[in-house]
């Protein structure tokens, strides 16, 4: 793909290059590098030294944090258009998580030293990272406040609505997350057991509100399922 037809398909979708005119855009994307990464392969380990980010073009990553207690937990789901390492970066941090890939999944690649030099040349560059940044710090507070106050069933359909809106695709039957998502990964994402998820799971297929199958989710009654993530306390 040409440089031209690239950058008509990033814009306005990536937020790190919101506000860029499109000679700026052309310029930052010459000099990523591209590369493919394999399902099942690591694009980097939490607490290495962040030495580049990157833009997802296609595909998609699990970015998992490991505790001090050994319990691999998933932070989220990365997808198209989406960058990877970008906190990290701008912090002058290590990785926080390990970014691995759920399937095939191509990329842009910038090192660290890039990142700055563009920034000094296009200001806004630095404003939108800030902006990205503080919005993964309220996505981190939103999942702590969930797995500190909200029971596990209203943990697993919020996690289940997050991915309606990252990756839902519409299909005669309902809404498919449309990526491999086992009942393990669904645990580690809200911080329960395999055990219970499959209980849950089970128990909302049998009422139609969603349906399982190998490593796939269907949302069948997107309504019921968010009136399960939205329940409060006193309702429940």
Not at 36 to 60: N, V
């Amino acid at each position: 793909m040409r440089i031209e037809e690239l950058r008509e398909s990033l814009k306005g979708q990536v937020p790190l290059f919101e506000g860029l005119t499109e000679e700026a855009l052309d310029e930052i994307l010459n000099r990523g590098q591209r590369h493919q990464l394999a399902r099942g392969f690591t694009l980097f380990q939490q607490g290495a030294f962040a030495e580049s980010f990157h833009l997802i073009l296609a595909g998609r990553l699990k970015v998992a944090q490991n505790t001090p207690e050994g319990q691999q937990v998933i932070v989220r789901y990365l997808g198209p258009r989406e960058v990877a390492g970008c906190v990290a970066v701008c912090g002058g941090l290590p990785y926080p998580a390990t970014a691995t890939a759920v399937e095939d999944t191509w990329l842009l690649q910038w090192k660290r030293e890039a990142l700055g030099e563009l920034a000094e040349r296009w200001p806004q560059i630095a404003v939108n990272a800030m902006r990205i940044m503080g919005g993964r710090m309220q996505e981190l507070q939103d999942r702590v406040r969930e797995l500190q106050g909200e029971r596990v069933e209203q943990r697993i359909a919020r996690a289940l609505a997050r991915l309606v809106v990252q990756a839902g695709r519409r299909t005669a039957e309902g809404i498919e997350i449309d990526f491999a998502l086992s009942r393990q990964d669904l645990a580690e994402m809200v911080g329960t057991t395999l055990h219970t998820v499959s209980r849950t799971l089970a128990s909302w297929e049998q009422v139609g509100i969603v349906r399982g199958g190998r490593q796939r989710v269907t949302i069948l009654d997107p309504h019921s399922l968010s009136s399960i993530a939205e329940r409060s306390e006193v309702e429940s």
